[in-house]
Nanobody, 113 residues
């Protein structure tokens, strides 16, 4: 089993930055892909960034060039969010793929002046 705990959400102004972190515990050696999703009010959850165990990254068009996913440690994945827009307001979820698919509880990001 893997447990995921996100942190770093909060309120930011348009054009500002936030950093999200997700710390994994448990069977972390089984994880081979980690992702960030987000879900805005009234919308479906969407995949925004992915990083493989080999370090390959990919991004949704909506965040490309503004968000950066990294995995500074085996048990940690980060999402650096720059040039934030109001449409980035959502609950952000960490996801890990190992023996199963695992989800964190989510962290709220609100972008507003």
């Amino acid at each position: 089993q893997v447990q995921l705990v996100e942190s770093g959400g909060g309120l930011a102004q348009p054009g500002g930055s936030l950093r999200l972190s997700c710390v994994a515990s448990g069977d972390i050696l089984s994880i081979y892909v980690m992702r960030w999703y987000r879900q805005a009010p009234g919308k479906q959850r969407e995949l925004i960034a992915i990083i493989t165990s080999g370090g390959t990254t990919n991004y949704a068009d909506a965040v490309k060039g503004r968000f950066t996913i990294s995995r500074p440690a085996k048990n940690t994945v980060r999402l650096e969010m720059n040039s934030l827009k109001s449409e980035d307001t959502a609950v952000y979820y960490c996801n890990a793929e190992g023996r199963k698919t695992y989800w964190g509880q989510g962290t709220q990001v609100t972008v507003s002046s």
